[in-house]
């Protein structure tokens, strides 16, 4: 290559990799920027929705289920919209169960309007959270889910993972919206965990919602009945249950 006296070798390649690099940058940086603008407007999102609640009184009238009535009832034409909010709400700073607020709404609107606004507020509020703790991590997840509950799920979720969380979004007693939180923390994908709130959660949504109708009626030594034989399958899967996917993964793959 010839050159001139004082003129330094020009590369196009080096240019065009500093450009490359030059826009990776900026679009790494554009791209962040939407995820903070997001995660902004998620915090105001749900901040503004706890205000209004608390400056309403709900969380006096969550009390009973009676209050629960009262309350939603004072918003007609939009008391539809205000039990959406309330079972979001639920999900994230989860004052009351789900299943109780969807009886009490399956009073007011009938059982499917009530099971439907209730599942579709469960799985945004689920895949809401589980998304901020994957973002924010422990300092998120550490203001709503306490270092006892943290020890006791937090390992079981990241060693028995999808039968552990099927297992515990289809039984009632226990922390479901708390364990939305610990489940961010994991290395589970965001879709996978959205396709298992998706079908498991509805169920109990939809039974609590038929008995707040009277659709259907349960007598207490039933419902005792149903706890313990559920509380029996829990406790078996969890050791069994490694065993059987293993199995199920090699038939399919027959």
Same mark, same amino acid.
């Given at each position: 290559m010839v050159m001139l006296a004082g003129w330094e070798p020009f590369y196009p390649s080096d240019h065009y990799f500093y450009h490359a690099r030059q826009g990776a940058w900026h679009m790494k940086k554009k791209r962040n920027h939407k995820w903070i603008a997001t995660l902004v407007v998620t915090v105001l999102a #749900? %901040? %503004?929705i706890l205000l209004f609640l608390w400056c309403t009184g709900f969380? *006096?009238?969550? !009390?009973? #289920? /009676? =209050? @629960? !009535? /009262?309350? &939603? $009832?004072r918003f007609s034409p939009y008391s539809h919209l205000v039990f959406f909010l309330i079972q979001l709400a639920s999900v994230v700073v989860a004052p009351i169960?789900?299943?109780i607020t969807a009886a009490g709404g399956a009073l007011l609107f009938g059982m499917w309007p009530a099971f439907l606004l *209730? $599942? =579709?507020a469960v799985v945004l509020g689920s895949a809401v959270v589980f998304w901020l703790a994957r973002v924010l991590g422990h300092?998120?997840? =550490?203001r709503f889910v306490s270092q006892k509950v943290s020890d006791k799920y937090l390992d079981l979720i990241r060693r028995k993972r999808d039968i552990f969380l099927v297992l515990v979004? #289809?039984?009632?007693?226990f922390p479901d919206d708390l364990i939305c939180i610990l489940a961010g923390l994991t290395d589970i994908g965001f879709l996978r965990f959205l +396709? @298992? +709130?998706? #079908?498991t959660r509805p169920w109990g949504l939809l039974v609590a919602s038929a008995v707040g109708s009277s659709v259907i009626s349960i007598p207490l030594w039933a419902? $005792?009945? &149903? =706890?313990?034989a559920g509380l029996a399958l829990f406790l078996v899967s969890m050791k069994y249950g490694d065993r059987w996917e293993a199995r199920l993964l090699e038939k399919f793959k027959q």
């Open positions: #749900l %901040g %503004g969380f *006096t009238a969550a !009390q009973s #289920l /009676d =209050g @629960i !009535q /009262d309350y &939603i $009832a169960p789900s299943n *209730t $599942a =579709g300092s998120f997840a =550490g979004f #289809l039984f009632p007693f +396709v @298992i +709130v998706l #079908l419902m $005792a009945l &149903i =706890g313990l």
